[in-house]
């Protein structure tokens, strides 16, 4: 079993940048994709970003292109998510997510691993 702990949510100002961080305790497989999802209050689950352990390929949803970046330390066994350019719409909780396999999925229901959340509330 991988525990993933989240961590950097907060409050800030629109236009402005936060780094979320997701470590993982437990994984042992190499074969390992870590993704991060969002959900807003009424709203779905929706895929972020994901970026596959070994290798280090992402995918990012189009909504956050060219404005999150998603990037891995190995040696501490972490996944970070820089968001720039904050906007309002981007204001949810954060959820960090893993799956063993290769695959750069967008599907939630695909991921086995989730950590606790971590708000992000962006203000005008």
């Known amino acids: 079993q991988v525990q993933l702990v989240e961590s950097g949510g907060g409050l800030v100002q629109a236009g402005g940048s936060l780094r979320l961080s997701c470590t993982a305790s437990g994984r042992t497989s190499s074969s390992y994709v870590m993704g991060w999802f969002r959900q807003a209050p009424g709203t779905e689950r929706e895929f972020v970003a994901a970026i596959r352990w070994s290798g280090g390929s992402t995918a990012y949803a189009d909504s956050v292109k060219g404005r999150f970046t998603i990037s891995r330390d190995n040696a501490k066994n972490t996944v970070n998510l820089q968001m720039n350019s904050l906007q309002l719409e981007d204001t949810a909780v954060y959820y960090c997510?893993?799956?063993?396999?290769?695959?750069?999925?967008?599907?939630?229901?695909?991921?086995?691993?989730w950590g606790q959340g971590t708000q992000v509330t962006v203000s005008s």
């Open positions: 997510a893993g799956r063993i396999g290769t695959r750069l999925s967008g599907t939630r229901f695909e991921y086995n691993d």
